[in-house]
């Protein structure tokens, strides 16, 4: 019987901040930005890669291949895990050392996961899973316009994906899921619907974007926070051609019938084309009590800029340090205790929340 590393992380309120995946796309973002605040521990499998970012940012590298049986033992003074942890080992390693954890990389089913998993070992220490989309950047731009409006009864959330923004692999891995039907809530009730159905044309920004239904977390979580009776995330490509492209693979039943290994590059593809950067683009509206609220997230650093602004501002929550007491359990970052302060905090790391009143979506077949 193969039994799971006894990995050991043990807390230490002076010690490093572990970054776990610390020097991929998304990582390496997120130490650069953690790094004037805290000493920095970088975990990964081959640390020769974080190397150069160690020596540009002061931060120590280590070695942690979740893959890899052999246990890790640090002593932390908080842990944000910024790659795929599919055996919970990070998170469980945090939940055993009562070492306050941010997670930024759960897909729905996965988050569902960790809320059980954090449950059943009653955790003494924050747990701040922040998967929503963009690090759950979009969670915190939902609080804020609730917070406005005194509630949230229906949020939609648009996304305009740039196809020559830099994106790593896993950031890309809800591919392999656009074949599996997920659960939303609308109008109260809970359904199940299928990936990349319902389109519409959604002006975000500027641009008129034609965009489909996508499994996110907070799809998941926001009827459970906030009582959201709507939540409906979608997206699209600034491609018009690109999003064409994917809504036909989706009416083939590519994937479905795509969904083994032999077919996971010919996925990944449609959305995995890195380019030297581009613009992170998202649609907000909130609607409670006939009043509606519209915010557009402008991150020109790109998505793995934002999405790391998410880790920092979880870093923050779970460490007290944002002005607010921290937190004790398993939260999520549309319960943030300062809604009010979100804007501030998103510009002071260069992204604009750039809110209205009252309009509406273009809808569109």
Do not use: C
């Not at 050392?97 to 997670?103: E, F, N, Q, S, T």
């Not at 319902?198 to 979580?221: C, K, L, N, S, Y």
């Not at 009582?227 to 479905?256: E, H, M, N, Q």
């Amino acid at each position: 019987m193969n039994h799971a590393p006894h990995d050991q992380l043990t807390h230490d309120p002076d010690g490093p901040v572990l970054l776990v995946g610390g020097y991929g796309t998304v990582g390496a973002e997120l130490t650069r930005m953690a790094a004037p605040h805290w000493p920095l521990l970088l975990a990964g499998r081959t640390v020769a890669r974080g190397a150069d970012l160690a020596r540009e940012t002061g931060a120590t590298t280590v070695r942690w291949d979740l893959a890899d049986p052999e246990p890790f033992a640090s002593a932390v003074r908080a842990v944000v895990s910024v790659v795929n942890d599919p055996d919970d080992r990070v998170l469980r390693a945090a939940l055993d050392g009562g070492v306050p954890y941010v997670d930024l990389t759960r897909w729905t089913a996965r988050v569902q996961r960790a809320v059980t998993v954090a449950a059943l070992r009653r955790p003494t220490a924050p747990v701040l899973l922040s998967s929503a989309w963009m690090g759950g950047v979009i969670s915190l731009a939902v609080a804020a316009l609730a917070h406005e409006l005194g509630g949230a009864d229906t949020v939609d959330v648009a996304i305009r994906w740039d196809l020559n923004d830099r994106a790593g692999t896993d950031s890309v891995e809800f591919m392999d899921r656009l074949g599996l039907d997920y659960e939303i809530v609308e109008d109260g009730r809970r359904r199940s619907v299928a990936p990349l159905g319902d389109a519409r044309r959604v002006r975000i920004g500027a641009f008129p974007t034609r965009v489909a239904r996508i499994d996110t977390p907070e799809q998941f979580t926001l009827p459970l926070t906030l009582g959201t009776t709507t939540a409906v995330t979608r997206i699209g490509f600034d491609s018009a051609a690109s999003t064409t492209a994917l809504l036909a693979a989706k009416r083939i039943g590519f994937f479905r019938w795509g969904r083994g290994d032999r077919f996971t590059s010919a996925r990944r593809s449609l959305l995995y084309a890195p380019g030297d950067g581009g613009t992170a683009l998202v649609r907000v509206d909130v609607t409670h009590g006939g009043r509606t609220r519209t915010a557009t997230l402008t991150d020109p650093a790109g998505q793995a800029h934002l999405t790391a602004v998410g880790g920092l501002l979880g870093l923050r929550r779970v460490l007290g340090a944002d002005g607010a007491p921290a937190p004790t359990g398993v939260v999520l970052p549309e319960q943030t205790p300062l809604p009010d302060g979100v804007a501030a905090a998103l510009a002071a790391q260069g992204v604009t929340l750039d809110t209205a009143r009252d309009r509406t979506a273009e809808r569109a077949a």
